[in-house]
T-cell receptor, first 110, second 115 residues
Framework: GQSLEQPSEVTAVEGAIVQINCTYQ??????LSWYQQHDGGAPTFLSY????GLEETGRFSSFLSRSDSYGYLLLQELQMKDSASYFC???????????FGAGTTVTVRA | DADVTQTPRNRITKTGKRIMLECSQT?????MYWYRQDPGLGLRLIYY???????NKGEISDGYSVSRQAQAKFSLSLESAIPNQTALYFC??????????????FGSGTRLTVV
């Protein structure tokens, strides 16, 4: 089975940098994904790491270390609209389906 | 139109009633999923389907059933609803796993309350 750990809440001010860590235990591993969800709306795909290293997409970056079973999502130049829940998710080895962490609620303050 | 459409958006039903949640997608993907979200528990997989003839149980399938009527349609049924099935339900679709950037596309969700 899959098990993912991420912090439940993070608070930061506008313009700051936030790092959301995710550690996972899986019976197989195919890749780590990140999703954003605003106020119970549809989760939206942010990033995907299959290999070790940093992937950058605008203000957001995602990192993976397969040897440490660890990844993080980095949110830079925080804006009020970044207030949302962020979920890490892992694919099983067959790449068949995603298992999600419990989510991290990010609150951005003025 | 949204890529993934779920109906109804909100539903209140009584204990013991049968209810069906519907999902349709215009992405042309073969893979579809039903997830349930409860506060503090993230998204948990109920059922998934990789094509019209394929149905698989997820981690919390008890009390639920599904039907894949066509490539674009995947419905979730609660045969006899109970209060602890009160939750936010999401349908999602994805492309083949060989694609590096094939994230899931989710619908807007169905908020179900069982009283």
């Amino acid at each position: 089975g899959q098990s993912l750990e991420q912090p439940s809440e993070v608070t930061a001010v506008e313009g700051a940098i936030v790092q959301i860590n995710c550690t996972y235990q899986t019976s197989g591993f195919y890749g780590l994904s990140w999703y954003q969800q605003h106020d119970g709306g549809a989760p939206t795909f942010l990033s995907y790491n299959a290999l070790d290293g940093l992937e950058e997409t605008g203000r957001f970056s995602s990192f993976l270390s397969r040897s440490d079973s660890y990844g993080y999502l980095l949110l830079q130049e925080l804006q009020m609209k970044d207030s949302a829940s962020y979920f890490c998710a892992v694919r099983d080895q067959g790449g068949n389906k995603l298992s999600f962490g419990a989510g991290t609620t990010v609150t951005v303050r003025a | 139109d949204a890529d993934v459409t779920q109906t109804p958006r909100n539903r209140i039903t009584k204990t013991g009633k049968r209810i069906m949640l519907e999902c349709s997608q215009t992405k042309g993907h073969d893979r579809m999923y039903w997830y349930r979200q409860d506060p503090g528990l993230g998204l948990r997989l109920i059922y998934y389907s990789f094509d019209v003839k394929d149905i698989n149980k997820g981690e919390i399938s008890d009390g639920y059933s599904v039907s894949r009527q066509a490539q674009a349609k995947f419905s979730l049924s609660l045969e006899s609803a109970i209060p602890n099935q009160t939750a936010l339900y999401f349908c999602a679709t994805s492309g083949a796993t060989g694609q590096r950037m094939d994230g899931y596309t989710f619908g807007s969700g169905t908020r179900l309350t069982v009283v």
